[in-house]
């Protein structure tokens, strides 16, 4: 399938979920803002989840305390829970530009060219928050040009994309959600955490949309899987509440991951999940998740289908933290057998947790079960763990330290190869600082790691270890809020 094609399937996609949205909100829509005399300071924009990078969360904090509203959630969904978010003064959006720049070692799999290169990115950046009666619809969009020194890489275009929206509807609450990227290299560790790797606006502006579990989104922590990939992730869930205290949840989502240079495997997932949630107080529930993800590959023979059950427990702090614990059997099937059988059972299972600490805040995930194969591979067993720290640095600068690392294994041999095995890691750190109210500077340095007990490639590039130094800038500037009513 084409790369326009791709682009064009997704747009038709997200503008059908949009439609479909603002049918419905539109029926409740808020009352319009008062607007302010010229000579009172304006209210200031709704905000999302307060970032330590941004300068606006401090310098308000002291004016007012903003009120909270918890994570509301299932237990049993396919979003990763978290600690809540501000309550919506009222619904705004803001545009902004931005400049990017990943200075590498080398590109990422080959081993010839020890010199440096750069990724230089600039383009545009939108944050929306839009709030009705029942509803609620979050996005965050970066998109521009890319531009190389290297001679092995093509000057491109990159986007990136993240949509929320949440319908409630009485007993009944409906999420929508997806994530598209358009990058030159994988996301894992990509940018080194600077406001580059994340679509929006950097900072509170940009609206907290939760996101999705690892078990939904195309695995990308291979480095062996080389060039600019298209990624998406859409997910729908709906959550019926039978009490105060019980609920199910059903939800369904749509997964690829394609490459537009030859050498990588292409593969899309669909999932569907049914769900038990039973709230033991306001801050602890319990679940037990039924998941089926089917796993299909361009041009491969191999069809692999993943059935998975696991007990949930989530503990939510609003404003303090999440923590999701789950674990369980899993069943996989193939349709070409593998060692002369189409059956084998494992476990699977993960936790995430976000905690706030005064002036920052502390982000770990770690999972355990079958992905996709990452471009690499004709499904894998994962083992995936990442951790951020963010630390508030005085009243402006802001630091961070952020880690990842990610097992690979082949779940059969493909032909010719054998067995599979990556160790994939990155970590690194960097500081920001705002200037004024509308720029933001961030600087990092990151390094990343693989190693396989077998070159995924031919040819003299080719090795079974390499590792990456990088260092990224990122340079981000953006209007006021523009207030909507």
């Known amino acids: 399938m084409s790369g326009q094609t791709q682009i064009l399937r997704l747009a038709l996609l997200a503008a059908g979920c949009l439609s479909c949205t603002f049918g419905v909100s539109a029926q409740d829509p808020q009352e319009p803002a008062e607007q302010p005399d010229a000579a009172t300071k304006p209210k200031p924009a709704a905000r999302g989840i307060p970032s330590i990078s941004d300068p606006n969360a401090t310098v308000e904090s002291e004016n007012r305390t903003p009120a909270w509203q918890a994570d509301e959630g299932p237990a049993t969904g396919m979003q990763v829970p978290g600690i809540g978010s501000p309550e919506l003064a009222h619904s705004y959006w803001v545009p902004g530009l931005e400049y990017g720049s990943t200075i590498q070692s ?22 929306l928050l839009e709030a009705w009666s029942r509803s609620q619809l979050g996005l965050n969009y970066s998109g521009g040009g890319f531009f190389s020194t290297s001679g092995d890489v093509n000057n491109g275009t990159y986007q990136q994309l993240s949509l929320g929206n949440t319908i409630n509807m009485g007993r009944l609450q409906i999420q929508l959600f997806d994530y598209f990227s358009y990058i030159p290299d994988s996301q894992f560790g990509f940018a080194g955490g600077t406001g580059l790797s994340l679509p929006g606006i950097n900072g509170t502006l940009g ?10 989104v195309p695995n990308q922590s291979i480095y062996a899987a080389i060039g600019p990939r298209y990624s998406n992730a859409f997910a729908a869930q709906s959550t019926y509440n039978f009490t105060r205290r019980s609920s199910v949840t059903l939800g369904g989502s749509y997964g690829l991951l394609h490459f537009t240079e030859s050498g990588n495997i292409d593969d899309d997932m669909v999932i569907g999940t049914v769900g038990y949630n039973y ?32 007990a949930v427990y989530v503990k939510k702090l609003t404003q303090r933290l999440a923590l999701s614990m789950y674990g369980g059997p899993q069943i996989t099937t193939y349709r070409v057998p593998i060692g002369g059988s189409t059956r084998s059972t494992s476990g699977s299972g993960g936790v995430t947790m976000t905690y706030a600490v005064e002036r920052g805040s502390i982000s770990v995930d770690y ?39 990610a097992r690979n294994s082949s779940v059969g041999s493909l032909p010719d190869t054998g067995d599979q095995t990556f160790n994939d890691w990155f970590v690194g750190g960097g500081i920001s600082r705002p200037f004024g109210r509308n720029l933001n500077l961030a600087v990092s340095y990151s390094a990343r790691f693989e190693s396989s007990n077998v070159a995924a490639c031919t040819g003299a590039n080719c090795s079974t270890d390499y590792t990456q130094n990088m260092v990224s800038i990122s340079l981000q500037w953006h209007t006021r809020p523009f207030v909507l009513p």
């Open 106 to 127: 080398r590109p990422l799999g080959q081993v010839g060219s020890d010199g440096w290169y750069a990724n230089n990115y600039v383009g545009g950046s939108l944050s």
């Open 207 to 216: 609206p907290a949309i939760p996101g999705l579990g690892a078990a939904i």
């Open 367 to 405: 999972f355990h079960g079958l992905t996709g194969g990452g471009g690499v591979l004709l499904g894998s067993n994962t083992d995936q763990a990442s951790a951020t720290f963010g630390r508030q640095l005085g009243r402006v600068w802001s630091a961070s330290l952020n880690f990842g690392y």
């Open 279 to 310: 709230a033991l107080s306001k801050t602890d529930s319990i679940g037990v998740l039924y998941r089926f993800t089917a796993f299909h590959y361009d041009g491969q023979p191999q069809a692999i289908g993943n059935h998975v059950i696991n």
